[in-house]
């Protein structure tokens, strides 16, 4: 398998995690390079589901090294349980996890501060996971923030962790919030670091000889392409580069080294927290919600559901340069009559067949629909293209069609063997 970046084509949890699990046999090397534990990546291995949220997949791939990319932010207590969750499942981390030593921590000011913030925005609130990734990544540019490698040198840790707290608690009176006790935080947060010490390296480096020994790597993209810092739905958006680009900056690997980068979409569209979804829907959230589907990972939250946004999914083609598409979640939809894919976007009177990046502009755009016949099917236990009704197949195919790249892989549930390639 040639060097593999995979993005999420929508909002987030398009499936991500279910197709890098697939992907991960090809790969040798599995890589995270942005966001946090706002990320919530569901797998099955036969009936044991695993949420990651910090760990890349591959971890549950005997053999496989993963590494945790410098443009990831690092909550260490949150990693630690996570690597003990997967210990009790009989994962071992230890000699296959690389934790970046420039990878900025999250620290529990920047969580208090993310909650603080979002109350105060009252109604105009991001609806963030509150795990601090704002904060954390805003003291990555306002360059104070602490990286794995001080954490991991009891002194200076200790010296810079007394001074953060000191001033994050003059900010937190300012918001009436409780102020932080340095010593607990210190306590806690230097038992974390003993703890990952040995899974600290120079990860740059290490990615750097896997490609000069001609390893495949697999980038395992976080949230998606509208969450994205630049490119996403701002201010309704994560902090981090979600987008392809963002996989090398966030890792030292460089463009030239990408081969490939493969999209995920679902069959329909999802979001959690608020901003716009031109789409969304309450008929068909309502019925995904009754199938039990559609709650968030990380945060349980149901998600907002709409119909398939192709000017949307266009769009994200064009800012990853996607090559691939897989597309998951399409037993979702097998009980519909008729399904609706929007086409393009009316705002005043004009077509708009792009995705406008003005907020505003984009709440005032009222979806074009097309409409496509449902296939009124159970097809979680098709097992090849072939075999899905010819109307699944007719819809997938016009999905391909307006989004503009490649329709590679179909997925029709979680588990590993609910995957067809075309
Ligand atoms: P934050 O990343 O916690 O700051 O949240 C910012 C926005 O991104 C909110 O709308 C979250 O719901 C959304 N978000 C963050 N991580 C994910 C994810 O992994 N999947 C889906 N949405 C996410
Ligand atoms: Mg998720």
């Known amino acids: 398998m040639a060097n593999t970046i995979l993005v999420g084509a929508q909002w987030g949890d398009e499936g991500k995690g279910k197709i890098i699990d697939v992907l991960t046999e090809e790969a040798d090397v599995i890589v995270r390079s942005q966001g946090g534990n706002n990320a919530g990546h569901t797998v099955f291995v036969g009936k044991q589901k695993y949420v990651l949220h910090l760990v890349p997949s591959g971890i549950l791939h005997r053999g496989k090294r993963c590494v945790i990319g410098n443009g990831v932010v690092v909550d260490p207590i949150s990693l630690v349980e996570e690597i003990e969750g997967l210990r009790k499942l009989g994962v071992k981390a230890r000699g296959r996890l690389f934790l970046s030593e420039t990878a900025h921590l999250v620290l529990p000011y920047h969580r208090e501060l993310d909650a603080q913030r979002e109350v105060l925005k009252g109604r105009q609130k991001i609806g963030t996971t509150k795990r601090g990734i704002g904060p954390a990544y805003g003291d990555k540019a306002a360059r104070v923030g602490l990286r794995v490698i001080d954490l991991v040198q009891p002194q200076r840790f200790e010296d810079k962790l007394r001074q953060r707290i000191k001033e994050n608690n003059g900010v937190l009176k300012a918001f009436g919030a409780k102020p932080l006790s340095f010593a607990r935080v210190h306590a806690a947060y230097r038992a974390a670091g003993d703890y990952l010490k040995p899974f600290v390296s120079n990860t740059v480096t290490l990615l750097h000889q896997a490609c000069l020994r001609g390893e495949s790597i697999l980038f395992e993209g ?15 958006v994560t902090s981090s580069n979600t987008t392809a680009g963002g996989a090398c900056t966030g890792s030292g690997v460089p463009p030239h080294r990408i081969d490939r980068v493969v999209g995920v979409m679902k069959a329909y569209t999802t979001r959690v927290g608020e901003g716009p979804l031109p789409t969304e829907n309450a008929e068909i959230a309502d019925m995904l919600h009754a199938m039990g589907r559609e709650f968030g990972a990380t945060t349980g939250r149901p998600r907002r559901c709409g ?20 597309v998951t ?14 086409i393009g976007y009316r705002l005043g009177g004009k077509r708009y067949d792009y995705f406008p990046s003005d907020l505003e502009a984009l709440s005032g755009c009222v979806p074009i629909y097309a409409e496509f016949p449902g296939w009124r099917t159970p097809t979680s236990t098709i097992k090849s293209w072939k075999k899905l009704p010819a109307a699944c197949r007719a819809y997938l195919k016009a999905l391909e069609d307006l989004t503009g790249a490649r329709l590679a892989i179909a997925s029709v549930g979680p588990a590993r063997d609910q995957t067809m390639f075309l």
């Open 307 to 326: 119909w398939f946004d192709s000017v949307a999914t266009r769009h994200a083609a064009m800012v990853n340069g996607i090559d691939d598409l897989a």
């Open 222 to 236: 976080a949230q998606g392409t509208f969450l994205d810092i630049d490119h996403g739905t701002y201010p309704y």
């Open 329 to 342: 979640n399409i037993d979702g939809l097998d009980a519909l009559e008729t399904i609706k894919v929007c």
